[in-house]
T-cell receptor, first 112, second 112 residues
C-alpha cells in the first residue's frame, strides 16, 4: 500500500461547480499536511497547509481527519483556471520529519 | 532571485553519458531536497541536505546517482552512465526549518 493515496481522476466539472478531493495516508504519526497544485509541465506550488481544525482560503477549504487518516480539499465555484493536478503531501512520522511523501495527484479539469 | 533556480531546464543525453543537474536554493534556506517525478506520478524523494550535510540519500535509485552540496548552498545531482529509465523531471526544493517546501522549475531529463 502506498503511503499517500489519491484518486488520480480526472475530475471533469463545469464552471461554478463544487468539487472535493480526498487523500488517505498510512502513517498515523504524520505531522504536517499540505495541498500543492501542479500545472502541466510546471513545478508544484503550495496551495495551502492543512490544519487540524480545518482551514479556508477563499474558495478553497482543507480538512484533516486524523482518526480516519485522510485529508480533503474542497473547491467551491470552480474556475477554468483551477484546472490542474492537485497533490496531497504528508510529512513527518517515522519517515523522517523532513521528508515529503506525495500522492500521485488528482487531475481536475474545469469545463466552460 | 527570490525562488529556487534549477539548470538546465531541459537536458537530452545519450544512454551511457554522465549528466549534472544544478539547484540554487532560496538564500538562507538550510534544507534542500531532490525529487524525481515520472510522467503521471507525484514527485518521489531522492535525497535531503541540511546545510552541507547529506542526511538522507535513501531515495537515490542506484549508485549511479550522486548528490552534493559542498558549501551548503548550491547543490548538484549527478547521474553517471545514464539509462533510459532515468528520464524524468528532477525537482529541487528548499525550505527553512519545517516550513512548506518551495520548488524550482525542474530539469526535464531525456535519455535517448
Amino acid at each position: 500500500r502506498k503511503e499517500v493515496e489519491q484518486d488520480p481522476g480526472p475530475f471533469n466539472v463545469p464552471e461554478g461547480a463544487t468539487v472535493a478531493f480526498n487523500c488517505t495516508y498510512s502513517n498515523s504519526a504524520s505531522q504536517s499536511f499540505f495541498w500543492y497544485r501542479q500545472d502541466c509541465r510546471k513545478e508544484p506550488k503550495l496551495l495551502m497547509s492543512v490544519y487540524s481544525s480545518g482551514n479556508e482560503d477563499g474558495r478553497f477549504t482543507a480538512q484533516l481527519n486524523r482518526a480516519s487518516q485522510y485529508i480533503s480539499l474542497l473547491i467551491r465555484d470552480s474556475k477554468l483556471s483551477d484546472s490542474a493536478t492537485y497533490l496531497c503531501v504528508v510529512n513527518g512520522g517515522t519517515s523522517g520529519t523532513y521528508k515529503y511523501i506525495f500522492g500521485t495527484g488528482t487531475r481536475l479539469k474545469v469545463l466552460a | 532571485g527570490a525562488g529556487v533556480s534549477q539548470s538546465p531546464r531541459y537536458k537530452v543525453a545519450k544512454r551511457g553519458q554522465d549528466v549534472a543537474l544544478r539547484c540554487d536554493p532560496i538564500s538562507g534556506h538550510v534544507s534542500l531536497f531532490w525529487y524525481q517525478q515520472a510522467l503521471g506520478q507525484g514527485p518521489e524523494f531522492l535525497t535531503y541536505f541540511q546545510n552541507e550535510a547529506q542526511l538522507d540519500k535513501s531515495g537515490l535509485p542506484s549508485d549511479r546517482f550522486f548528490a552534493e552540496r559542498p558549501e551548503g548552498s548550491v547543490s548538484t545531482l549527478k547521474i553517471q552512465r545514464t539509462q533510459q529509465e532515468d528520464s524524468a523531471v528532477y525537482l529541487c526544493a528548499s525550505t527553512l526549518g519545517y516550513q512548506p517546501q518551495h520548488f524550482g522549475d525542474g530539469t526535464r531529463l531525456s535519455i535517448l
